[in-house]
């Protein structure tokens, strides 16, 4: 891949990280009064965002040294 090409890619690329993890991370503390006032329950969307985050958190450690050792593509592939 052209050099040029290459940073181009990689800059589009992280500013869709960017985009998608603010919408997603930020999108319960948006949405929670709305869906308190609809349900008329409390809001445990903001406490299972945290929960996923943990869980996404605690295997990182080994994922990065399975990636170390083997290369991003068939870490990938095999679905970590």
Do not use: E
């Not at 690329?13 to 349900?39: E, F, H, N, R």
């Not at 409390?42 to 965002?49: E, N, Q, S, T």
């Not at 991003?72 to 679905?79: D, E, I, S």
């Amino acid at each position: 891949m052209v050099a040029a090409r290459r940073w181009r890619v990689i800059s589009a690329l992280g500013i869709v990280q960017i985009l998608a993890w603010s919408s997603s991370y930020y999108l319960m503390a948006v949405l929670a009064q709305p869906i308190v006032t609809d349900t008329g329950g409390p809001c445990l969307g903001g406490g299972a965002v945290s929960v996923a985050l943990a869980c996404a958190g605690l295997p990182s450690p080994m994922v990065g040294s399975l990636i170390v050792r083997h290369g991003g593509r068939p870490v990938l592939a095999a679905g970590f």
